[in-house]
């Protein structure tokens, strides 16, 4: 009989350890489980939040193009206050768009209308195009050469204005061409929003 007992407790003793092997595989499993889950619902709240910061910048989009017009997958919000080139770029940014720069004939024609609708048959505004860093290769806001040019040539050779006349303007009356100007020269402008 003590044999038997001693042979319990040797059992006993030897399946604790395995015992309590198993309860600690259970429980880290369930922590594996419980992390994954943690970082899961961590990046889903995240996404969230990105998905809310989008939708905030497209209804203060759609509240630029209620104020201004929208067409070919921009919006238009003009600027009457004439400010120089430099000015008027800033009054841009600040509001989270660029000057506008045609990146065709529909685009200047868009924007043409726009401007003699907003300011007027009379107006020039200024364009988000120059040739500041280098004479003659003009460049968007961004730095890129322009491909789509529309110089008034038949009257004034545009541009014509050499390192003196660094910033392109659109003007009304000439139904859209574009002229070189000044930069310091205060003109009205219109800023232009991608619609994503």
């Known amino acids: 009989m003590e044999l038997r007992r001693a042979c319990l407790v040797l059992c006993l003793f030897c399946c604790a350890p395995i015992t309590y092997q198993q309860k ?8 594996v489980v419980s992390m994954k889950m943690y970082e899961d619902l961590k990046k889903e709240l995240q996404d969230l939040r990105q998905d809310v910061s989008h939708l905030k910048e497209q209804a203060a989009l759609q509240s630029l193009c209620l104020k201004g017009g929208k067409a070919l997958n921009k919006c238009f919000l003009h600027f009457p206050e004439a400010k120089t080139y430099h000015g008027a770029s800033d009054v841009c940014i600040a509001q989270g768009g660029t ?5 065709n004939g529909d685009d200047n024609d868009a924007l043409y209308d726009y401007v003699r609708k907003t300011l007027g048959a009379d107006a ?16 968007d806001m961004t730095g890129s ?46 800023c232009q929003f991608a619609i994503v």
């Open 24 to 31: 600690k595989l259970k429980q880290t499993s369930r922590d």
């Open 99 to 103: 000057l506008s720069a045609p990146e």
């Open 124 to 139: 020039e505004v200024w364009l988000g195009i120059h040739d500041m860093a280098n004479e003659g290769s003009w460049v």
């Open 145 to 190: 050469r322009i491909s789509f040019k529309h110089w008034e040539t038949e009257i004034t050779n545009q541009p014509d204005g050499g390192k003196q006349e660094n910033c392109a303007t659109l003007s009304a009356v000439a139904i859209g061409k574009w002229f070189d100007k000044n930069c310091k020269e205060t003109l009205p402008f219109v």
